[in-house]
């Protein structure tokens, strides 16, 4: 199941297959984030869930401007003392 970023529209390819008949959208993808969202109480979508995708350039741009918040790195703990580590890819 393939998406496009909400932000530039730049296709995100699913390059491994959800295991789950249920969440067809879970898998690995080729550069960004895939992720199922929940509207908690006071949205005006209170109780839906929604699955976005963010490309790997965005998600770090929006990171680096604020707008997105990294709260750390679940595969290499370490890391989180350091704090969010910029995209070189991206950012020379």
Known sequence: MD????????DIKQI????????????CYSD????????GYGSLL??????IAICDQCLDSKTL???ALYVGDYM?????????VPLKKYNE
């Open 32 to 39: 960004g984030v895939v992720q199922e969202i929940h509207a």
């Open 46 to 51: 209170d109780g839906n869930k929604h699955v």
């Open 65 to 67: 401007q604020g707008k």
């Open 76 to 84: 290499n703990p370490e890391m989180n003392e350091m704090g969010y």
């Open 3 to 10: 998406f496009k970023c909400i932000i530039c529209n730049k």
């Open 16 to 27: 491994e297959t959800s295991f789950s008949k249920d969440k067809p959208w879970e898998g």
